[in-house]
């Protein structure tokens, strides 16, 4: 060891102190960067005894996988829960009092007053009313719940397109890191970014990492089909623009492999998009097939002789002449109240005490009430419905369309609860993630008094070392 | 005769002081020189023979020293071709005439013929890599050397051949039913082709695997096995079939490129009561890729990073050493030759015993101390004033002597 040595080494703290503030100081600007890792810079004795200041990224991947998983699992549930909340709204909001079930019970009120007094014009026209209330209704909301799913549709157009854009994204940054990491270079601004579309892919579907050689990262979904493996998996989806109840929705292929749906109110979806596809393929079409099961339970209770009677359906633009045996997919938008008892359209009333298709009060008697009576014992009597309504079978009108509402109520509170739950554990998991590679200015601002006293301390030794030289400079004289 | 004498060890002493002088002179010249090992000189006593009572007095003579085989420390630089050798080795330089010579002066620089050449002109030799294997070495000479060159060739394409898929089938899978996979492979001209891996359950712990690829903008795959792999699992659920636990894809043309027969390694392969499949997989090889960058490892071998990441070798830097490198005779340009003194040289690999290993990204300060300096030359001066007191002494009597006679 030299005089020049011993200047040579305090010249290198110098330059090391500087790339440790360097590094503290970006530390620092990104501490309220929710996608940035803090950075460290560590001393290395080097085999050839010098001290090199090397940045390391402080990561932990057991909690970033634990928070990819939460981040799809709460927007999935998030998703899901936003398209029952809409359909709540479809039905007025928390009485639900725009639902079938509450027009249908006061259908059931009027009929029975007029039951009682068959001979009053008044309350034949409220009957007709309250059976206009019901069937719009029932139109009203089966298109309603045909839009949610063409919007359902085009939001699953529109984060296909996204994962597509974030999927070739990807690959720009996993190659950086494949290279930096191969190389000897920094990762770790390009490991940011990967993480931080990580955590953009897995809010549309649910991924899992598989790491390789050179931390090159493969990509998963949930259900094993290759998303991103050196090169980006063609995600594929062909959009219907518009939705009738009969229509079905094209799937989404990833890497040809179709995405399965999410299931259940607390769904299994992870990710935006199996929760879409689940609105639009199964919660949207079973609530459509209890409003068709309801409309046909109505045009059943009302018929006469076979034929429609007060409740009659479009069939292709032609008032239909014959009841649907059994679920015809979307009766619930044809359903229409005869226009033979429309006092609007020229008809009358008093029909429906009298019969429609054919008079049965063939001695005109006011009292006539032997249709009315037998549509309110049909109202008591259990039907039969179709199990791909998904509730009770056998039970009476007024009862399927309570359970409908009831079924949705369910799934709703269901979601909201699973929502809460998810929503809960994501925050848990961010943070302690963030507790273990966010920025704490507080340290950050510790070390730095260090790093400034490391620095003064080579400063004082460069200027004793000079005078030592001068000294001996002097001697030379 | 002795007052000549006298005289002349003043001179001597004088000479062997400026000779001193001088290797103070260019040890703090060349403080700053990368890879400069600083001279020394070491005095031996030149006595003559005395006879009786007369004292012939002799003289002194020099012998300059150099401290080569003494390292300098290091300073951290941020060019890659800036190398130092953390050993005792010396790198293998060519002049531009043609000759070999060792030097520790590793600041190079690429040139525009891509040859790596240092401050004082010299360029970097080292063995050519023809395949992956480490080239063969010529111990006692410089036979099979060629100059280190960095030029990339433009794009490099590295064609798939081999690779691993490790699947986790899931057992409730019912039979008939297929699950898919895919893999990237590279062909011979570096395109990527996505290959399908499919997995169909035949039977209890039974499946059958096919691998298909489907050319852009056609629907109809190409079979990629010449039959399809049976893969059968234990009770355990582990792989059992086939034996080896591989499979290897038909050759397939694509144009004018090839992409050679996979070997695709199946072990680690399970059957286990997952709800769906899991894949961990990987293909080598790489599409076309330009040189971004070169890297010297501390072994010496000499990569071109790829745009893709990969580092192919091209050179690996060889090392050599004498015997005894202070004995080696230096040349102008901080290089070094054999000399009769030094003994034969001994080629070697960074990392070999004695050689010690290549830096990169540093460089090899001069081992001289300017305060060993600066005190050596006050030393000198002294000593020269000395000499001349004596010589001007032996003068002066002289004189006297002279002036006997009037």
Known sequence: MSL?????IAQANFANTALQTAVVSKNMTNASNPNYSRREAVLVSTSYGATIATTQRVQNDALLKQNLVSISKSVGQDTLLTGLERMKTMLGGSAYELSPSTYLS?????????????????????????????????????????????????????????????????KTYNDQVKLATATGGDANDALDQRDKLLGQISSIIGVSTVVRANNDIALYTTNGTVLFETLPRTVTFEPTRSYTAGTVGKAVFID??????????NTSASGSLPALLQLRDDIAPRYQAQLDETARGLITLFQESGQPGLFTWMDGGTQATNVPGGLTTGLAAAIRVNPAVLSSQGGDPMKLRDGINANQNTGNEASFSVLLDGYLKGFDANMTFDPAAGIDESTTLLEFSTASVGWLEQQRSAATTARDDKAALLSRTQNALYSASAVSVDEELALLL??????????????????????????TG | M???????????????????????????????????????????SFILPGTGGA?????????????????GTFTPTTSSTDLAIDGGGFFIVQGSDGVEYLTRAGAFQKMSDGTLRNAAGYTLMGYPYSSSQDPTIVINGFDGLSPINMS???????????????VDLPNTTADGETLSTSLVAYDSQGASRKLDFHYTKTGDNLWEVTVTYTPPGSTTPVNMLAAPVEMEFNTSGQLIAPNPAQLVTEQEAFGGAVLAPLTIDLSGSTQVGVTALGADGSINGSGPSEVIDYQVSSDGIVSLK????????KFRIALANVQSPDMLSPLPGNVYSQSNDSGVIVMGYPGNSGLGGIVSNVLEDSNVDIATELTGMIEAQRNYTANSKVFQTGSELMDVLVNLKR
């Open chain 1, 106 to 170: 006061e259908l059931w009120n009027d009929l029975q007053t007029f039951a009682d007094t068959p001979s009053d014009l008044s309350l034949a026209q409220s009957v007709i009313t309250s059976a206009t209330d019901v069937a719009n209704s029932l139109n009203t909301i089966s298109g309603s719940l045909q839009k949610l799913r063409s919007e359902a549709d085009a939001d699953i157009a529109a984060s296909v397109s996204e994962l597509n854009r974030l999927l070739s994204e990807f």
């Open chain 1, 4 to 8: 020049s040595d011993a200047m040579k």
């Open chain 1, 450 to 475: 260090d790093l400034e006293q490391s620095y003064k301390a080579s400063a004082k030794l460069v200027a004793a070392i000079d005078e030592m030289m001068t000294a001996l400079m002097n001697m």
């Open chain 2, 2 to 44: 002795s007052l000549y004498g006298t005289m002349r060890t003043g001179v001597s002493g004088m000479n062997a002081q400026a000779n001193r002088l001088g290797t103070v002179a260019d040890n703090i010249a060349n403080a700053n020189t990368t890879g400069y090992k600083r001279a020394d000189t070491q005095f031996s």
């Open chain 2, 152 to 166: 990339g060739g433009g794009q490099v394409v590295t064609p798939s051949s081999s690779g691993y898929l490790q």
């Open chain 1, 256 to 265: 040809g492999v179709e995405v399965p749906a999410g299931t259940g109110g």
């Open chain 2, 55 to 71: 004292y012939n007095s002799g003289g002194v003579n020099t012998n300059v020293r150099y401290s080569i085989s003494q390292q």
């Open chain 2, 306 to 313: 790829y745009a893709n990441g990969d580092l192919i070798p």
